[in-house]
């Protein structure tokens, strides 16, 4: 190939990839740069599902989450990737222990909780720990075939 048909090739190859118009942040945004003025992460937790609790004792507890991503990434290097990532702390019984969930398989699932009432902290977290908000679940577990977990 000679040398004007490399330079050509390489201008056609350039302004094929680029808009004539002016592009905002979202347009040329990617997952590893910030974006300004991003919007609120949520986080929507529902009640455990009913079988798995009445009938084993189990409480599956689904959740989602928006403008937020669950990711193994811990540190402050991580805090600025976009859109919004880190993990959950997941809290049981005003315990004074917690574990994080860095997993984002849209569930914790909880199993040997002694029956009776229970309460389940789910908060996003930072990748440096910082609690952005949470959500409170209260359940009952009951009895399963007379005998205690």
Do not use: C
């Not at 056609?12 to 945004?29: D, I, M, N, R, Y």
């Not at 189990?58 to 976009?82: C, H, K, M, Q």
Request: aromatic share 6%; no cysteine; glycine share 8%.
């Amino acid at each position: 190939m000679t040398m004007v048909a490399r330079a050509l090739a390489t201008a056609a190859l350039l302004f094929a990839g680029t808009s004539l118009h002016a592009q905002t942040p979202h347009e040329v945004a990617t997952q590893f740069l910030p974006i300004k003025n991003e919007p609120a992460p949520a986080l929507f937790v529902d009640q455990p599902l009913a079988e798995p609790l009445a009938n084993r004792g189990v409480a599956i507890i689904r959740y989602r989450t928006e403008n937020f991503r669950i990711l193994p990434i811990f540190g402050a290097s991580a805090t600025d990737v976009s859109p919004r990532a880190g993990h959950l702390h997941v809290s049981i019984d005003a315990l004074p222990w917690r574990w994080a969930d860095a997993g984002g398989t849209g569930a914790i699932v909880l199993t040997g909780l002694p029956p009776g009432e229970h309460k389940v902290l789910i908060e996003l977290a930072t990748p440096v720990h910082e609690v952005l908000g949470g959500k409170l679940v209260k359940f009952t577990v009951p009895p399963v075939g007379g005998a205690q977990h």
